[in-house]
């Protein structure tokens, strides 16, 4: 079954630490970039970060640059994201989501059902 | 970096057309996709490309993209297309992805 799964969301205090993990199955992992897409409560979708296939480029949206690390793991079929100096504007689900690598640059044709991060002390 | 503009929310009968810009700087170089979100699902892609529809998205969904303003169009709107829609763009100059702020629209 094609699917993504997340993992590792809760509730962390600011400041605080949390690994979230996108469990990967039904397609060849390390064909596709992979993203995190964020949605705070009551606001929009947010893109935070993308990783490419073989797990050597990364990029970040300036709101997690130098907080947030994007990984793979293309052995496991796991796509990670190790957020750092939480804050309250950090609440929100996240999402992953995979990029169609036969369709237009930005097509994320697959996500998961999201994980929800809440910050607070 | 890019930024794209959407009107924040929308109403509109079943059975009439519903049409949603999205506003960007000479958008029209770029390629936009829209997604289509419901409150506790996940984002799902309803227009790629401007204006490809994927297999499984029905046939009143459309989009078109020329000048500064992108627009999905829902023709003949039912009630299941109430739901929050967001346009997308990648911006290669930075090499971000972009999303508009989203636009609420409401099947009276």
């Known amino acids: 079954q094609v699917q993504l799964v997340e993992s590792g969301g809760g509730l962390v205090k600011p400041g605080g630490s949390l690994r979230l993990s996108c469990a990967v199955s039904?397609?060849?992992?390390?064909?596709?970039?992979m993203s995190w897409v964020r949605q705070a409560p009551g606001k929009g979708l947010e893109w935070i970060s993308y990783i490419r296939s073989a797990g050597s480029y990364t990029n970040y949206a300036e709101s997690v640059k130098g907080r947030f690390t994007i990984s793979r793991d293309n052995a496991n079929n796991t796509l990670y994201l190790q957020m750092d100096g939480l804050r309250a504007d950090d609440t929100a689900v996240y999402y992953c989501?995979?990029?169609?690598?036969?369709?237009?640059?930005?097509?994320?044709?697959?996500w998961g059902q999201g994980t929800v991060v809440t910050v607070s002390s | 970096s890019y930024v794209l503009t959407q009107a924040p929310s929308m109403s509109v009968a079943p059975g009439q057309t519903a049409r949603i810009s999205c506003g960007g700087d000479n958008i029209e170089t770029k390629s936009v996709h829209w997604f289509q979100k419901r409150p506790g699902q996940a984002p799902v892609v309803v227009v790629h490309d401007d204006s490809d529809r994927p297999s499984g998205i029905p046939d009143r969904f459309s989009g078109s993209n020329s000048g500064n303003t992108a627009t999905l169009t829902i023709s003949g709107v039912e009630a299941e297309d109430e739901a929050d829609y967001y346009c997308q763009v990648w911006d290669g100059s930075s090499d971000h992805y972009v999303f508009g702020p989203g636009t609420q629209v409401t099947v009276l």
């Open positions: 989501a995979r990029e169609s690598n036969v369709l237009g640059r930005g097509v994320f044709d697959l």
């Open positions: 039904g397609f060849t992992f390390n064909d596709y970039f």
